[in-house]
């Protein structure tokens, strides 16, 4: 937990020292999607996909 607690931070920084903000939306929405495919299983993302959700 360690790791993950130093990455946010270390990209929090990195977003504000280099003015790149309109990339938090889109990290925290890959965030989200490697969240699901990794504990839910890939059908479930693909399914989504197709259907255009």
């Known amino acids: ?3 993950v607690t130093y990455l946010i931070k270390e990209m929090g ?7 790149l903000a309109f990339i938090a939306p889109i990290l925290i929405v890959l ?4 969240f699901l ?5 890939p059908a479930v993302i693909t399914s989504f996909i197709y259907a255009g959700v």
């Open 1 to 3: 937990m360690n790791k």
């Open 37 to 41: 495919v990794y504990y839910i299983g």
């Open 13 to 19: 920084y990195l977003i504000k020292e280099h003015k």
């Open 31 to 34: 965030a989200i999607l490697a």
